[in-house]
């Protein structure tokens, strides 16, 4: 007996529901079904993945399976809904993932103009980190993609759009934004700064060991920006982030810091709606990039 995709969305609702009736309820079957599927998929494997019948705690071979499981329910999932979302476009979809900075700034208004242009397109737009943006394209998940960083990738097309300063990100009223001189590295690290992903851009050893060195990290920017926000923390970032909220956050230059985040974008050679990908590269080049430096 082959493990269906079911029987991993069974077992994966009753570990995180801790028992049989709640499980039931969220997938809409009996208890005893719910029951007889999850014995298929122990007997099938030839271990249990409870440790009792309350089904509230795992066995090691549970939580491997759990978190196996919760990837590929999300990417079959991902999948049905790009299905579903294609089928309903009288003209084909477009799917685009980029870094959030970039998200922000330039995808509304050259979404705007691509469906201004083809009134049937319809477009699928997500945020998310470098990693996830290129996995996304690798898979044929996406058919554009923007992403930090420089990347030589199979069946990818590559070009550097601009480089982004990194520099001092923070509240307009904390005391680095206000003092006269540009702070220096040492300044920052001592005003509760927070590390994020994107510093493990800056080339310089002795900048990334300092940097690595925060006592607080945060992956997710949105979460990131939120605590900048209120006056407390700092953190380090391209120029391009802090203008996705200006009048909240301010960005400065750090003595000594002179590294660059290259932004490319990347597009699949064989996407399926091709020349919507080359026309929305051609508008995303010409958007106006304050205070990056462009590619040629």
Request: aromatic letters at 4%; one cysteine or more; proline letters at 6%.
């Given at each position: 007996m082959a493990i269906k995709i079911e029987m991993l969305?069974?077992?994966?609702?009753?570990?995180?529901?801790?028992?049989?009736?709640?499980?039931?309820?969220?997938?809409?079957?009996?208890?005893?079904?719910?029951?007889?599927?999850?014995?298929?998929?122990?007997d099938h494997l030839g271990q249990r993945l409870f440790e009792t019948e309350?089904?509230?705690?795992?066995?090691?071979?549970?939580?491997?399976?759990?978190?196996?499981?919760?990837?590929?329910?999300?990417?079959?999932?991902?999948?049905?809904?790009?299905?579903?979302?294609?089928?309903?476009?009288?003209?084909?979809?477009?799917?685009?993932?980029?870094?959030?900075?970039?998200?922000?700034?330039?995808?509304?208004?050259?979404?705007?103009?691509?469906t201004y242009r083809h009134s049937g397109i319809r477009v699928e737009l997500r945020d998310t980190d470098t990693e996830q943006v290129i996995d996304a394209l690798l898979r044929g998940q996406v058919d554009l993609g923007v992403a930090s960083g420089r990347h030589s990738l199979n069946g990818i097309h590559t070009e550097v759009l601009f480089q982004d300063t990194f520099g001092l990100v923070s509240?307009?009223?904390?005391?680095?934004?206000?003092?006269?001189?540009?702070?220096?590295?040492?300044?920052?690290?001592?005003?509760?700064?927070?590390?994020?992903?994107?510093?493990?851009?800056?080339?310089?050893?002795?900048?990334?060991?300092?940097?690595?060195?925060?006592?607080?990290?945060?992956?997710?920017?949105?979460?990131?920006?939120?605590?900048?926000?209120?006056?407390k923390w700092v953190t380090i970032l391209p120029r391009t982030v802090a203008q996705i909220i200006p009048e909240e956050l301010v960005f400065r230059k750090v003595t000594g810091l002179a590294e660059q985040r290259p932004v490319s974008l990347l597009t699949r050679q064989a996407a399926r709606q091709k020349p919507w990908v080359d026309e929305l590269c051609d508008i995303v080049r010409q958007f106006d990039w304050p205070g990056a430096v462009l590619s040629p």
């Open positions: 969305r069974c077992f994966s609702t009753v570990a995180k529901t801790g028992n049989l009736s709640d499980a039931a309820v969220r997938l809409g079957r009996t208890q005893s079904a719910v029951s007889m599927t999850l014995k298929q998929l122990e309350r089904k509230n705690r795992l066995t090691p071979l549970g939580e491997d399976v759990f978190e196996l499981a919760q990837k590929q329910l999300q990417r079959f999932d991902e999948t049905v809904s790009a299905i579903e979302t294609t089928a309903h476009a009288p003209h084909g979809l477009l799917r685009i993932a980029s870094v959030p900075s970039v998200a922000g700034l330039v995808f509304p208004s050259a979404i705007e103009e691509l509240a307009p009223d904390h005391p680095l934004a206000l003092a006269d001189d540009p702070p220096q590295i040492d300044d920052v690290l001592a005003a509760n700064f927070i590390s994020n992903n994107l510093c493990n851009l800056i080339g310089a050893p002795e900048l990334r060991t300092a940097l690595s060195g925060s006592r607080v990290m945060v992956h997710n920017t949105l979460s990131l920006i939120g605590m900048v926000r209120t006056g």
